[in-house]
């Protein structure tokens, strides 16, 4: 059973900056998909980043350019780099894990992942 644990989050004004972190637990499959997604108070889940082991990566159009994804092998951390951020990007921000590959520009299903942190909360606020 993989376990996923977000951190990170926080209150930020618009405009800022913030990392948020998900530390996985130790599992021995080496080829796998990881995302990052939201959700706004009675708003749908949304993805808005997905990385695979071999390093590609996929944006959704609301935050390219301005988030970044990555991941450290290492120590089995993901990470979502979040710069000049808005009031619209404001929810609970979840990552996830899916044994399917991350299809560049298409977009970022909940359907595809199998495995889901607790969420951590961003608020983006003046």
């Known amino acids: 059973q993989v376990q996923l644990f977000e951190s990170g989050g926080g209150l930020v004004q618009p405009g800022g900056s913030l990392r948020l972190s998900c530390r996985r637990s130790?599992?021995?499959?080496?080829?796998?998909?990881m995302g990052w997604f939201r959700q706004a108070p009675g708003e749908e889940r949304e993805g808005v980043a997905a990385?695979?082991?071999?390093?590609?990566?996929n944006y959704a159009p609301s935050v390219k350019g301005r988030f970044r994804i990555s991941k450290d092998n290492a120590d089995d951390t993901l990470y979502l780099d979040m710069n000049n951020l808005r009031p619209e990007d404001t929810g609970v921000y979840f990552c996830?894990?899916?044994?399917?590959?991350?299809?560049?520009?298409?977009?970022?299903?909940?359907?595809?992942?199998?495995?889901w942190g607790q969420g951590t909360q961003v608020t983006v606020s003046s």
């Open positions: 990385i695979m082991t071999g390093g590609t990566t």
């Open positions: 996830a894990l899916s044994w399917r590959p991350v299809i560049p520009d298409a977009p970022i299903s909940s359907s595809d992942f199998s495995y």
């Open positions: 130790e599992m021995t499959v080496r080829h796998y998909s």
